[in-house]
């Protein structure tokens, strides 16, 4: 039994290895882009989280300091292989970008005064643009398929904060996290209250 347990470990450690090795070297845009991969893979493909799980697994790559695509594959590999399946993702997520940026600085001049690298990289950033909106409607989406109007309405408020007010991204996840833990804080009194 014991074995068998040890096996499917290790088959779970070579996916996420592979899975992640695959994410990280073929996304471009950052943290976000590759989050929503992470969920289409482990969430939808694999199965071996749900979705919701996954929505809270971003915010608390979001909320923790680094990068996101990091923060996020340490939390998807803790979850499902402790601290090997933490080890196992940050490796294969943190290799791609060291080696390509390795090679980059070595032809940095030819690089810089490339034309086609300059074009390559504008078509680039229109494609991230794009993957980051998918990014949003999918996040999105999920919170409003949920009912919670005290989640849709943070969101709401969230989204007018950045966009309309300008108030500085980090105030409004402070603010967000105080409004969590409050919210945490009356459910669990509420429920002690009222056991039925």
Not at 39 to 57: C, V
Not at 92 to 108: K, M, N
């Amino acid at each position: 039994m014991e074995e068998k347990e040890r096996e499917k470990r290790g088959v779970v450690l070579r996916k996420l290895f592979v899975s992640a090795l695959y994410l990280s070297a073929f996304t471009f845009g950052g943290g976000y882009v590759i989050v929503t991969l992470m969920k289409k893979k482990f969430a939808d493909e694999y199965h071996w989280i749900g979705e919701e799980e996954m929505l809270d697994l971003v915010a608390i790559a979001q909320s923790a300091p680094g990068a996101v695509a990091v923060n996020g594959a340490v939390a998807v590999g803790y979850k499902l292989a402790g601290i090997a399946g933490a080890i196992t993702a940050i490796a294969a997520t943190v290799i791609p970008p060291f080696v390509i940026i390795s090679l980059i600085s070595i032809c940095y001049d030819a690089f810089r005064s490339s034309q086609a690298v300059s074009w390559m990289l504008e078509g680039m950033q229109a494609g991230v643009g794009a993957v980051i909106a998918a990014v949003v409607y999918e996040m999105a989406r999920g919170i409003v398929h949920g009912r919670n109007w005290i989640s849709i309405g943070i969101m709401a408020a969230s989204f007018l904060a950045a966009c309309v007010f300008g108030i500085p991204v980090t105030v409004i996840v402070l603010v967000c996290i105080a409004v969590g833990i409050a919210r945490t804080f009356l459910e669990k009194r509420r429920k002690t209250e009222c056991p039925f």
